[in-house]
């Protein structure tokens, strides 16, 4: 079964420092991954995602991932954290063979910039 | 493009009330799916529709029902409220399965009492 971890509820860090927001997955094929954030009392926006070819992928906002397959992990970076950053980050994996498309999500991580 | 909408914002239920839930799009997205959100159990999902006229259950489908009869709309129906039902519901969209991302509308907070 497909399944994915963020070990971390709270990822804390200053302003200007560079953050990491954790996760690892499990799927029986080849993963899609996909990374999301929510602002409080708003929907999920779409950051980056995984298809295949070059591990370290760019996304929205100066946000980068990191596929790392022997750890199926994938991680969630950026060199130099903002107060904005603050929000909700979920990770979000699909198998390739997946014909419903079905999305699972971990339970979240909240990240604090602190200024 | 509004993108995704979703209706009510806000919503109070008595337990065994019915209501419906409205989600439309007007991406031309052909992949419609509603989640539910609750505290440290991320999103999970509830229903989805691959296409008009196609519907199938996802985690946690019972006490809901859906219907696809337009590319556009994708409404969720509460058939009898209950307390832990009480949730955010998102509806989302994409132009397909695979590596296609979903587009989420702003959620719907729903209340049992």
């Known amino acids: 079964a497909q399944s ?8 804390n860090v200053a302003e200007g420092n560079p953050l990491t927001v ?9 993963p899609y991954l996909f990374w999301y954030v929510q602002y409080p009392n708003r929907g999920l926006q779409f950051l980056l995602k995984y298809i295949t070819g070059d591990n370290l992928v760019k996304g929205s906002y100066g946000f980068e991932a ?29 198998e390739y063979s997946s014909n419903t498309g079905k999305l699972i999500f971990g339970q979240g991580t909240t990240l604090q910039v602190k200024p | 493009n509004a993108g995704v ?7 109070v239920l008595k337990t065994g009330q ?24 991320g999103l999970r999902l509830i229903h989805y529709s691959v296409g008009a006229g196609i519907t199938d259950q996802g985690e946690v489908p019972n006490g809901y029902n859906v219907s696809r009869s ?20 998102f509806c989302a969209s994409s132009q397909g399965t695979g590596y296609y991302e979903q587009y989420f509308g702003p959620g719907t907070r729903l209340t049992v009492t």
């Open chain 2, 70 to 89: 337009t590319t556009e709309d994708f409404p969720l129906r509460l058939l009898s409220a209950a307390p832990s039902q009480t949730s955010v519901y």
């Open chain 1, 66 to 94: 990191e596929f790392n397959k022997s750890q199926t992990s994938f991680h969630l970076k950026k060199p130099s954290a903002l107060v904005s950053d603050s929000a909700l980050y979920f990770c979000a994996v699909r």
């Open chain 1, 22 to 30: 954790k996760c690892t997955y499990s799927v029986s094929g080849n």
């Open chain 2, 18 to 41: 019915s209501m419906t839930l409205q989600c439309a799009q007007d991406m031309n997205h052909e992949y419609m799916s509603w989640y539910r959100q609750d505290p440290g159990m």
């Open chain 1, 4 to 11: 994915v971890a963020q070990p971390e509820d709270q990822v």
């Open chain 2, 5 to 11: 909408t979703q209706t009510p914002k806000f919503q």
